[in-house]
């Protein structure tokens, strides 16, 4: 069974910055391509980041482009997340996904394992 465990959320003020951990048990990264994505109260799941399995590939929505980065140590089996520049609008709950079935990488519905989420809360 694979277990995802994010770690790294917490309150920080505007424009400052965090770094996001996703640690896997059960499988490797290495046989998956990784994504994170946040959810907002209201607001569905939205895609931040990804990174391919042998970690040389990534992908970022436009909101992320320029302030966040995604890179992996698949001996540490882990995937991190770089914010950077925050602003309150990324005040969500951040999540990673592994197990992509198919398909896109930026498409909750794609992923089969999901952690439990981190809160990243921005404030002035």
């Known amino acids: 069974q694979v277990q995802l465990v994010e770690s790294g959320g917490g309150l920080v003020q505007i424009g400052g910055s965090l770094r996001l951990s996703c640690t896997a048990s059960?499988?490797?990264?290495?046989?998956?391509?990784t994504g994170w994505f946040r959810q907002s109260p209201g607001k569905e799941r939205e895609f931040v980041a990804a990174?391919?399995?042998?970690?040389?590939?990534?992908s970022y929505a436009d909101a992320a482009k320029g302030r966040c980065t995604i890179s992996g140590d698949n001996a540490k089996n882990t995937v991190y997340l770089q914010l950077n520049t925050l602003k309150s609008e990324d005040t969500a709950v951040y999540y990673c996904?592994?197990?992509?079935?198919?398909?896109?990488?930026?498409?909750?519905?794609?992923?089969?394992?999901w952690g439990q989420g981190t809160q990243v809360t921005v404030s002035s």
């Open positions: 996904a592994s197990g992509l079935s198919s398909g896109r990488w930026d498409r909750p519905a794609n992923y089969i394992d």
């Open positions: 990174i391919s399995r042998d970690g040389i590939y990534t």
């Open positions: 059960g499988r490797s990264f290495s046989t998956s391509p």
